[in-house]
């Protein structure tokens, strides 16, 4: 049977745009393939060069075969960008399931460390970020990635049995993520590493934000 087609996929759970929703292993293969060679023109050569023929060529795939998933240039950018929230989200996913039941010294640190591993690893990530490329699905979807990280805070603070779970505790809990990766960005910025010292500084900041966050929670 053929694969049923639909206007929209979910990664993550942003929209990203597919013609065709990959269904066989052989097409999933092949949607993979095609992502890999974007991400390679992306940091290679930057977003400009992400036109469809280009991809194709890289993926060695033909043009039509890419349009079946991918109709423009706009899909691939959203299609990557999705890849990377989901990276991300799971990172804080796997934080928050084990933050009751692990105990640790510093889960600011280790969760803002775990965090810059994936800035370290997916090159793709920063050179979509901070190029000039970003589409407004994309946009639109980071501010829904950066609220589920953000919970995924909420979610560690109240396994921890440090708060209450209430709207103040969003609210802040989604301060504190859009502060810390901004400063995280920013560090990655400055040295493809990451700037250690300003990685340091997103630390002190976060603790004695939650410190202060999490006493308002005590009788």
């Given at each position: 049977?053929?694969?049923?087609?639909?206007?929209?996929?979910?990664?993550?759970?942003?929209?990203?745009?597919?013609?065709?929703?990959?269904?066989?292993?052989?097409?999933?293969?092949?949607?993979?393939?095609?992502?890999?060679?974007?991400?390679?023109?992306?940091?290679?050569?930057?977003?400009?060069?992400?036109?469809t023929t280009r991809?194709?060529?890289?993926?060695?795939?033909?043009?039509?075969?890419?349009?079946?998933?991918?109709?423009?240039?706009?899909?691939?950018?959203?299609?990557?960008?999705?890849?990377?929230?989901?990276?991300?989200?799971?990172?804080?996913?796997?934080?928050?399931?084990?933050?009751?039941?692990?105990?640790?010294?510093?889960?600011?640190?280790?969760?803002?460390?775990?965090?810059?591993?994936?800035?370290?690893?997916?090159?793709?990530?920063?050179?979509?970020?901070?190029?000039?490329?970003?589409?407004?699905?994309?946009?639109?979807?980071?501010?829904?990635?950066?609220?589920?990280m953000a919970d995924?805070?909420?979610?560690?603070?109240?396994?921890?049995?440090?708060?209450?779970?209430?709207?103040?505790?969003?609210?802040?809990?989604?301060?504190?993520?859009?502060?810390?990766?901004?400063?995280?960005?920013?560090?990655?910025?400055?040295?493809?590493?990451?700037?250690?010292?300003?990685?340091?500084?997103?630390?002190?900041?976060?603790?004695?934000?939650?410190?202060?966050?999490?006493?308002?929670?005590?009788?």
């Amino acid at each position: 049977m053929g694969e049923p087609t639909t206007d929209t996929d979910r990664a993550g759970d942003g929209v990203t745009p597919l013609r065709r929703t990959p269904r066989q292993a052989r097409s999933k293969a092949r949607l993979a393939r095609v992502l890999q060679a974007a991400e390679r023109v992306l940091v290679s050569e930057g977003v400009e060069a992400l036109t469809t023929t280009r991809v194709a060529a890289q993926a060695q795939v033909s043009v039509g075969s890419l349009y079946q998933y991918l109709p423009d240039r706009d899909a691939i950018i959203d299609a990557l960008a999705g890849g990377y929230f989901a990276r991300l989200e799971a990172v804080m996913e796997d934080f928050a399931r084990a933050a009751a039941d692990e105990h640790r010294d510093d889960p600011v640190g280790m969760l803002i460390d775990a965090c810059a591993a994936v800035y370290r690893t997916e090159h793709g990530f920063r050179a979509l970020w901070f190029g000039s490329g970003l589409t407004e699905r994309t946009r639109a979807a980071d501010r829904e990635h950066k609220r589920r990280m953000a919970d995924g805070v909420r979610r560690v603070l109240l396994a921890l049995g440090l708060a209450e779970d209430d709207e103040a505790l969003g609210r802040a809990c989604h301060a504190a993520f859009l502060a810390a990766d901004a400063l995280a960005q920013e560090a990655f910025r400055r040295a493809p590493e990451g700037d250690a010292a300003l990685l340091c500084e997103a630390k002190t900041m976060l603790r004695g934000y939650l410190v202060e966050v999490t006493g308002r929670y005590r009788p």
